[in-house]
């Protein structure tokens, strides 16, 4: 009888019972005691699943159903993703979205891990599914079912601060950006179910608003603030470059300042939350950060090399002779992008020492220095070469300074463009300002005036004195108030000229040149935004707004056309004179009067 067959079977049995024993202490799960701190670390798999982030590695983070799925699978997971996904798209194109949310739900049940199934999954839902629906109340309920479904990634990954990014994004984008936004916003403050539903994640009183309750693009910043945490606590591993990883916190404030503006008239609450978007715009500008050539700056540098490059300009014209680079200046500006009103700027800052600027006037000092960038960039070189012999070697070292901190100012520009970090800087600085809330209130009730369709002021006339007394003004009237206040502001502040509060201004300019036109008024000779149309002109912004030099040209023509008014066969006065006292020699004049023959006859 042959028993090799049952020995092998024996003996195989017995290598797979030794084996469980090590095989147990390298896949043992990390435990922990009731307080949080760790009991057993658990096994070398365990360990590298924890430190890789491939799944959850501690025995309170392990979900039955979702272990039960993969052990069904039999080992062919990839496949049944595949099928899972394909089913999830079917159901979307055949409106099964009831469906389609079981499907979802057992696909991250398979892969848990895998962030881009609940990015995409979740954009699925948020986006695509919902503009299926035609009222707006389904399409908020799917946006809301996309959070949800997203914000479940979090218990699967919560070393990887994407999941909170892309809340975060969701939440402001689809809530505050949509066509729906002002219905969505609406809904969202008093829907008290989602924001329990949120509870477990964020508090919901962190993401309310004095006066104007829950907003949405507050709750985007808790999401992004819950990122900020991860990352500096050391839970999770930034994943994303500093400059949009760290920008996207503050940039949620200022979100909110532009909705709220757009939906009620400015106050003290809204004030509040530009002075809050200024400085988390500078709290940003503050931080170090790496840029994608591995170079640390701090986008608020740009300010203090400035004055830097200022006090090596004014150390190296103390070793040249005196006007030396007075002189070059002179040469160079001509032929700068600079308009003639700017060179003429130019000059006078250029003349008064840098600690005796005005915050305005230094301010203008470097947004006329940023357009002669180009021509600045060898005035110094040449400035150096001035110096006479024993200074030669001390002016070449400060101008080789001024080279490196030029090339360092550059870089932090190219950054500023990624971000828009100086219009931000100076549109939320400005917005908080008292001055610009009442240029903001000012033009909320003109625009006000204009919905309603009055145009004309309303007024009293008394007959007895021939007086009229305004009973209430017009949009018009209004609006030429508003701009009283805008125009001193948008000077002070160059920088926001051609960017959206630029365009927000001239959408509004664009209104009151309807209300002249159909009220048969002629655009004002004095219009106190004249500046800022002709500005945004020689900017390269093209309006359709009447500037200074189409303006004056339309008046030379209309002198032109009071000349030729006459037709050709008539005579101007002066002619008529002419003609009168000189008559042609061919004309017969005829007269009443008796000529001087005809009184000799008489006398006869």
Do not use: C
Not at 196 to 210: A, N
């Amino acid at each position: 009888m042959n028993n090799r067959p049952l020995i092998r079977k024996i003996i195989y049995i017995a290598l797979i019972g030794v084996l469980i024993i090590p095989l147990s202490f390298i896949a043992l799960p990390e435990t922990r005691k009731a307080d949080g701190t760790i009991k057993n670390a658990g096994g070398v798999m365990s360990r590298l699943r924890n430190e890789h982030e491939l799944s959850q590695a501690r025995l309170t983070e392990v979900d039955p159903a979702s272990e039960t799925m993969k052990l069904a699978s039999l080992g062919l997971r990839g496949i049944a993703v595949n099928v899972l996904w394909s089913q999830a798209t079917e159901q979307k194109k055949n409106g099964d979205y009831d469906g389609l949310n079981s499907t979802l739900q057992a696909l991250t049940k398979i892969q848990p891990n895998f962030i881009r199934v609940w990015e995409y999954q979740a954009h699925n839902l948020a986006y695509n599914v919902s503009m299926e629906f035609d009222d707006y109340e389904s399409r908020y309920h799917w946006v809301k079912k996309g959070l949800k479904f997203l914000k479940g990634g979090i218990r699967y990954n919560k070393q990887d601060h994407r999941v909170t990014d892309n809340l975060g994004f969701f939440t402001g984008n689809k809530f505050g950006k949509s066509d729906e936004k002002d219905s969505f916003r609406r809904i969202f403050r008093s829907d008290d179910e989602f924001h329990e539903e949120m509870s477990d994640r964020i508090d919901p009183e962190g993401y309310e608003l004095r006066e104007y309750g829950h907003d949405t693009w507050k709750m985007a910043y808790q999401w992004y603030d819950y990122s900020r945490n991860m990352v500096a606590s050391g839970v999770a591993k930034k994943r994303r470059s500093d400059m949009l990883f760290y920008m996207f916190r503050p940039s949620q404030i200022r979100n909110m300042g532009l909705s709220l503006q757009a939906e009620h008239q400015t106050g003290s609450v809204i004030q509040e939350v530009w002075r809050d978007a200024y400085e988390e715009w500078q709290d940003y500008g503050e931080q170090e950060l790496v840029n994608s050539l591995g170079v640390r700056i701090k986008l608020n540098g740009s300010i203090r090399i400035e004055d830097e490059l200022s006090r090596l300009r004014a150390e190296l014209d103390t070793l040249v002779p005196e006007g030396t680079r007075s002189e070059m200046t002179q040469e160079i500006l001509p032929n700068s992008q600079l308009t003639v009103e700017q060179q003429n700027e130019y000059k006078m800052l250029a003349e008064l020492p840098a600690d005796q600027l005005s915050s305005d006037e230094q301010q203008r000092w470097r947004f006329l220095s940023r357009i002669l960038k180009n021509e600045l960039a060898q005035l110094d070189q040449r400035v150096a070469a001035e110096a006479v012999k024993e200074n030669l070697v001390a002016a070449t070292e400060i101008a080789g300074a001024i080279g490196r901190k030029q090339r360092e100012l550059k870089t932090i520009s190219r950054e500023h463009t990624t971000v828009n970090f100086p219009y931000w800087d100076s549109r939320t600085r400005t917005e908080s300002e008292n001055a610009t809330v009442i240029a903001q209130q000012a033009l909320h009730d003109a625009r006000q005036k204009w919905k309603q369709s009055v145009y004309e002021d309303e007024f009293d006339y008394d007959y007895r004195t021939k007086k009229k007394t305004v009973t209430r003004k017009g949009a018009i009237t209004l609006y030429n108030e508003a701009f009283e206040y805008w125009q001193p502001i948008m000077t002070a502040n160059p920088r926001l000229l051609e960017n959206q509060l630029g365009d927000v201004l001239v959408d509004h300019i664009k209104e009151y040149r309807k209300m002249l036109d159909f009220t048969n008024r002629e655009w004002p000779k004095d219009f106190t935004m004249q500046k800022f149309i002709d500005a945004r002109d020689q900017a390269g912004e093209r309006d359709d707004l009447p500037t200074t030099a189409q303006l004056n040209e339309f008046a030379d023509d209309d002198e032109d056309e009071d000349l030729d008014e006459t037709s050709p066969g008539e005579m101007t006065p002066e002619e008529v004179d002419s003609n009168e006292t000189k008559p042609a020699d061919d004309e017969t004049k005829e007269t009443d009067e008796p000529t001087q023959e005809a009184t000799d006859q008489a006398e006869g």
